[in-house]
């Protein structure tokens, strides 16, 4: 199985890329191919609803030129996307957001389809303050065809902060463990 975890955080070291390692520790451990990619080292334009991606004389794919276009060809030869974000205001990030909404092409194309999709996600109120994230993945995995294999919600405010919870990481790593062909 191959696995790409996206790290929506701006912070290297941060609570996000931690948890997102500890996931992919325990998928290594069990022979999944991985990889790793932080969004904010990608330029990533905001979709401007031009609906290139819907017409077929595209094949359907998205007439922005920058950096997704080196992140579409990763997607589709994952079987498992991680999307790993802290909450900002009950939400994503804005990275995170920008990338969701370029996913646009993959509603005529269908190339997510079949695929799972995973949340990893730290934030100071902890899981209680989560809903409207994860209801957002929920609906935006459906929309997009995928699977949803769950989410992991912990508790952290401070840069690696985490690392102070070690069953936090533990259950990541057994996240990660879990996961089946
Ligand atoms: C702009 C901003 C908005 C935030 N909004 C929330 C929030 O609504 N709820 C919450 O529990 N934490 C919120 N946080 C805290 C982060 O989710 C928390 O610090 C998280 O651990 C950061 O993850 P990182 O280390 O991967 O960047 C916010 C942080 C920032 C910078």
Same mark, same amino acid.
């Given at each position: 199985?191959?696995?790409?975890?996206?790290?929506? @955080? %701006?912070?290297?070291?941060?609570?996000?890329?931690?948890?997102?390692?500890?996931?992919?520790?325990?998928?290594?451990?069990?022979?999944?191919?991985?990889?790793?990619?932080?969004?904010?080292?990608?330029?990533?334009?905001?979709?401007?609803?031009?609906?290139?991606?819907?017409?077929?004389?595209?094949?359907?794919?998205?007439?922005?030129?920058?950096?997704?276009?080196? =992140?579409?060809?990763?997607?589709?030869?994952?079987?498992? =996307?991680?999307?790993?974000? %802290?909450?900002?205001?009950?939400?994503?990030?804005?990275?995170?957001?920008?990338? =969701?909404?370029?996913?646009?092409?993959? =509603?005529?194309?269908?190339?997510?389809?079949?695929?799972?999709?995973?949340?990893?996600?730290?934030?100071?109120?902890?899981?209680?303050?989560?809903?409207?994230?994860?209801?957002?993945?929920?609906? @935006?995995?459906?929309?997009?065809?995928?699977?949803?294999?769950?989410?992991?919600?912990?508790?952290?405010?401070?840069?690696?902060?985490?690392?102070?919870?070690?069953?936090?990481?533990?259950?990541?790593?057994?996240?990660?463990?879990?996961?089946?062909?």
């Amino acid at each position: 199985m191959r696995i790409l975890a996206l790290n929506g @955080s %701006p912070r290297k070291g941060g609570n996000t890329e931690i948890l997102l390692d500890e996931i992919i520790k325990g998928a290594e451990s069990k022979g999944h191919t991985t990889e790793r990619l932080r969004l904010y080292d990608y330029e990533i334009l905001p979709c401007l609803d031009c609906r290139s991606c819907k017409r077929e004389t595209s094949g359907f794919t998205c007439a922005l030129s920058d950096g997704m276009q080196a =992140i579409y060809g990763k997607l589709e030869s994952a079987d498992l =996307i991680i999307f790993g974000t %802290p909450v900002y205001w009950y939400g994503p990030t804005a990275k995170m957001k920008l990338f =969701i909404d370029r996913l646009r092409p993959y =509603i005529a194309s269908r190339k997510l389809a079949g695929k799972r999709g995973m949340v990893a996600t730290p934030s100071e109120e902890g899981p209680s303050c989560c809903g409207p994230l994860l209801q957002m993945f929920a609906m @935006s995995f459906d929309y997009l065809g995928m699977e949803n294999a769950g989410s992991l919600l912990a508790q952290a405010y401070e840069r690696g902060d985490i690392t102070k919870r070690p069953e936090e990481l533990k259950r990541a790593r057994e996240m990660g463990a879990a996961v089946q062909e």
